[in-house]
């Protein structure tokens, strides 16, 4: 019994109207981060290179029409062609990645920004040393153990364009999620991304009290959503105004 109520909760917890609610009374991570890079991480990586390219600097790629395309390989994931061809269109000139993981997608950012600084921040020591043996090992990048889920743990870091990658929907606990929201926007020097999973938090709450001056703007790539806000301008986007908005249907 206990086994099939853990699968209900997972399931419901990925769903448009219990997501929010479970995850709002849900006071835990959904990982253990010391050990996610065995007990998850290294499996979730050899299961979804099969279907997805992870690694630009491994496969030929082109641009076409502002969008990336792989030849002879798996096509990348549209979550996260969401955040490469939102930085090749912003062009910034230093990336920060909060929750960098294995570095997958912060090397990417050196492949298609090769003049940008790349620094990468992750709670996890296991999974910065995943990444320099991973994507690091002769490349240059700033990789920072922290827990942005503790207020202040942003002192000294700013970048031009910073983004996330799956990494709030899994953070849930009391004011954790808006702690860790708050030191990503502390940190973000003009340009923020977000590419979650919508159903997890009552993200419009969130990002009104982080950033209350500041519109979410919807990016989309086939039916993936991130969420760009723009520290300086209005973006000719649509504006995300109610849940809904967070979804293509």
């Known amino acids: ?29 959904d990982f253990s981060w010391k050990t996610y890079t065995t007990d998850c991480y ?12 992870r690694q630009l600097a491994k496969v030929h790629w082109s641009i076409e029409n502002r969008r990336i395309e792989i030849v002879g390989a798996p096509p990348l994931h549209p979550g996260h062609q969401i955040i490469y061809e939102t930085a090749l269109e912003l062009q910034p000139t230093s990336v920060l990645e909060v929750g960098c993981g ?10 298609l920004l090769p003049a940008a600084s790349l620094t990468g921040v992750d709670v996890s020591e296991g999974q910065l040393e995943f990444a320099v043996q991973r994507n690091f090992s002769t490349r ?17 870091l700013s970048s031009e364009f910073v983004y996330t990658n799956a990494v ?3 953070i849930h606990g009391y004011a954790r999620p808006l702690t860790f929201l708050r030191n990503v926007w502390a940190v973000c020097g003009r340009y923020l991304l977000l590419k979650e999973n919508w159903s997890r938090h009552n993200y419009l709450k969130l990002f009104r009290k982080a950033m209350p001056a500041h519109h979410p703007y919807k990016v989309v790539r086939e039916d993936s959503i ?18 809904s908005d967070f979804f293509c249907i």
């Not at 294995?102 to 492949?111: K, Y």
């Open 42 to 53: 290294q499996r979730e990586l050899l299961h979804n290179q099969q279907f997805t390219t």
């Open 102 to 111: 294995a570095g997958d997608h912060l090397a990417n950012m050196g492949v």
């Open 140 to 156: 240059l990048a700033r990789l920072i153990c922290k827990d942005f889920t503790i207020d202040g743990a942003c002192e000294g």
């Open 168 to 170: 709030l929907m899994h």
């Open 226 to 243: 991130g969420v760009l806000f723009d520290r300086r301008n209005a973006l000719d986007l649509q504006i995300i105004n109610k849940a």
């Open 1 to 29: 019994m206990a086994n099939i109520a853990k699968r209900l909760f997972y399931r419901l917890r990925y769903t448009r109207h219990m997501g929010p609610l479970l995850g709002a009374v849900q006071n835990e991570d």
